[in-house]
C-alpha cells in the first residue's frame, strides 16, 4: 500500500506538525505559562490529538485495504454513537437502533470490502431506508413517527454511507493509477482537513464578516475564502501524487474544500439545534468525531463519484 | 485458588468496564467536586442495572479501587456467575432488601464500609426508576447513613441515558453517550429532619439534570 508518494506526503504532515507543535509550545511559554489562556491550551490539544489522528491513518495505511476500512468502519461507530445519541427516539426504536449499529454498519463496510459497488452504493438509500421504519412501526409507537425515522435515516446517510466513501476509494480502478488508491485517501482528507485548518487560521487573523451569524461565530468570508484558496493551492501544487492534471487538481480540490464547508455548516445546524458546541468529547480540543469528520463526510461521495465517472474504469 | 479469583475478578472487571465504555463513551463532568480519592457516598439515580458499572467505570482509576457499590442481596446472589461479579468484581456491599428476612442492618452494613476506608455507590430511590418520573422517592437510608457518618461528603451523580442504552427488558444495548454529572457535596444539618434533608437530596440530584 505505501509509495514513495504516500511517504513523502506523510512526511510532509509529519513536518508541518512538527512546526505546530514547537509553535505552540512558544506560544505557550510566551501567553499562557500558567495553563490558563484557554485559546493556547486548546490549540495546543488540538495538535496533540492531531498527531494521533495522523499515526492512526498511518497506521491504517501500511496495514493496506483491511486497515483502512476497519478504521472507517470504526470512526463511523463512534460517529453514529454520537449521531443517534441526539435524536429523537423512544422505547418502540430499540430494535432498529440497534440494527443500525450492529447490522447495517457491519454489512456496508462488508459490502465494501467485497468491492459489490452495485450493493453498498444503494444498501442504506434504499434497503436500510425502506425497512428499518418497519421494525419501528412493528413495536406500535406512533409518536413523532416521521421524526423518529427520519432522524435515523439521516444519521445512517451522513455517519455510514458518506464516511464509507472514504475507504471506497480503494476500489477505484484508475489506469496508470494502479496500486496507488490509498494516495487518493490521503490526498482528500490532507486538503479538506488543511482547509480546515487554513480557514480557522485565516478566520483568527483576518475574519470580520460571519457568513452565517445564527449558525457558527467562527465562520467568516474572510476564513471561507482564505482557508479554500489557500488549500486549494498548496493541494494543485502537489498534482503530481494524484491522477489529475493541474486543472483538474485544482478543480477537485476547490469542489472538496467547498463541500467541507458546507458539512461543517449543516452539522453546526444541527448542533444549534440541539443545543450543544460538540457532538461529542472523545478527540481532546476538537470535541468528537463528528466535529473533526464532519468536512470529509460530505466531500468524500461526491469526491468519490466524480473520480469515478471521470477517472475510473469500474 | 485465592490468587486465581482474585485475577479473575480483576479481568472481569477491566473486561467489564471496557465493554461499558465501547457502548456509552461515558464523559463525567465534575461540577461541584473534584475527583481526588477522598472518601465519599456517591448517589445516583437508578434506571438501569448499568448504574452503578457506569459510575464505577467513570471514576479514576485511583477512586475506582476504592469504591463499593451498595447492592441487592436480593439480587446479587441469584446465581454464582451474578454473585461472583457482585462480590469478587465490585466488590459489592450487600444488603437486604426485605426487613423481615435481614440479619444485618443496611445502614450499619453501609456505615461498616465506611470505617474500613472505602468509597460507596448508593441508589437512594431503592429500586429502578422505570416511571416517567425522572426520580422515585428517596428512601431513609441515605438520611441515616448522612446521620451515622456525619464527616462525609454526600455526592449527588446524574446519570443521563442509561435508561435509552439500555431499557427495561431488553437484552442487547444500543451505543449512546452517556453523562454523569457530579455535584457539589451535601451534609446533613445538625437539627434536619428526615424528610426536609431527603427533599434536599432529592433536588440537588434533579438539579444536575439540566444538559450542558
Request: with cysteine.
Amino acid at each position: 500500500m505505501t509509495s514513495p508518494h504516500l511517504l513523502w506526503l506523510l512526511a510532509g504532515v509529519g513536518t508541518i506538525l512538527v512546526l505546530a507543535s514547537v509553535i505552540g509550545e512558544i506560544l505557550r511559554a510566551r501567553l499562557s505559562p500558567a495553563g490558563d489562556n484557554p485559546v493556547i491550551e486548546n490549540l495546543n490539544a488540538r495538535i496533540n490529538a492531531w498527531w494521533v489522528m495522523v499515526i492512526c491513518l498511518a497506521l491504517a495505511f501500511i496495514a493496506g485495504k483491511p486497515g483502512v476500512v476497519l478504521l472507517f468502519a470504526l470512526c463511523s461507530f463512534a460517529a453514529l454513537r454520537e449521531f443517534l445519541t441526539l435524536t429523537t427516539h423512544n422505547r418502540a426504536d430499540h430494535w432498529s437502533l440497534v440494527a443500525c449499529f450492529f447490522l447495517i454498519l457491519p454489512l456496508q463496510y462488508w459490502f465494501l470490502a467485497t468491492d459489490w459497488y452495485g450493493m453498498y452504493s444503494i444498501f442504506i438509500p434504499v434497503y436500510a431506508f425502506l425497512l428499518l421504519p418497519v421494525v419501528s412501526a412493528l413495536r406500535g409507537s406512533t409518536k413523532d413517527f416521521l421524526i423518529r425515522v427520519s432522524e435515523t435515516q439521516w444519521a445512517l446517510m451522513i455517519c455510514i454511507y458518506c464516511a464509507s466513501h472514504v475507504p471506497a476509494l480503494l476500489y477505484l480502478q484508475i489506469p496508470g493509477f494502479e496500486g496507488r488508491n490509498v494516495i487518493l485517501i490521503a490526498y482528500l482528507i490532507f486538503v479538506v482537513q488543511l482547509s480546515d485548518v487554513l480557514q480557522y487560521v485565516w478566520g483568527k487573523l483576518i475574519g470580520r464578516t460571519k457568513v452565517a451569524p445564527n449558525l457558527s461565530p467562527s465562520k467568516t468570508w474572510e476564513g471561507l475564502i482564505g482557508g479554500t484558496l489557500s488549500a486549494t493551492a498548496i493541494g494543485t501544487a502537489l498534482y503530481w501524487m494524484t491522477p489529475f492534471t493541474p486543472l483538474e487538481a485544482a478543480g477537485m480540490c476547490l469542489l472538496i474544500t467547498l463541500m467541507g464547508f458546507f458539512g461543517g455548516l449543516v452539522m453546526s445546524a444541527i448542533k444549534r439545534d440541539r443545543g450543544i458546541k460538540d457532538w461529542g468529547h472523545l478527540i481532546a480540543g476538537h470535541g468528537g468525531f463528528l466535529d473533526r469528520l464532519d468536512s470529509v463526510i460530505f466531500a468524500a461521495p461526491i469526491f468519490f463519484h466524480v473520480t469515478r465517472w471521470v477517472w475510473s474504469t469500474t | 485458588m485465592t490468587m486465581l479469583r482474585t485475577f479473575a475478578a480483576r479481568v472481569t472487571g477491566l473486561a467489564i468496564s471496557t465493554f461499558a465504555r465501547f457502548i456509552t463513551a461515558p464523559r463525567a463532568l465534575w461540577q461541584g467536586i473534584e475527583p481526588v480519592p477522598h472518601q465519599r457516598v456517591y448517589f445516583a439515580n437508578h434506571t438501569s442495572n448499568g448504574d452503578f458499572v457506569l459510575l464505577w467505570t467513570a471514576l479514576p482509576t485511583p477512586l475506582r479501587r476504592q469504591t463499593r457499590p451498595v447492592a441487592a442481596l436480593d439480587y446479587w446472589l441469584t446465581s454464582p456467575l451474578r454473585a461472583f461479579i457482585g462480590r469478587e468484581v465490585f466488590n459489592a456491599v450487600l444488603i437486604d432488601r426485605r426487613p423481615e428476612a435481614r440479619s444485618e442492618d443496611p445502614v450499619t452494613q453501609m456505615t461498616t464500609a465506611l470505617d474500613q476506608g472505602s468509597s460507596l455507590i448508593i441508589f437512594p430511590e431503592g429500586q429502578r426508576n422505570s416511571s416517567d418520573a425522572d426520580l422515585l422517592p428517596f428512601k431513609s437510608g441515605l438520611y441515616h447513613l448522612a446521620k451515622a457518618r456525619p464527616g462525609f461528603d454526600l455526592v449527588p451523580v446524574w446519570i443521563a441515558n442509561l435508561n435509552r442504552v439500555m431499557p427495561k427488558g431488553e437484552v442487547i444495548p444500543v451505543p449512546l453517550i452517556c453523562t454523569l454529572t457530579f455535584g457539589a457535596p451535601l451534609h446533613v444539618g445538625p437539627e434536619e429532619t428526615k424528610d426536609a434533608f431527603l427533599a434536599r437530596a432529592t433536588q440537588a440530584l434533579l438539579a444536575l439534570k439540566a444538559p450542558t
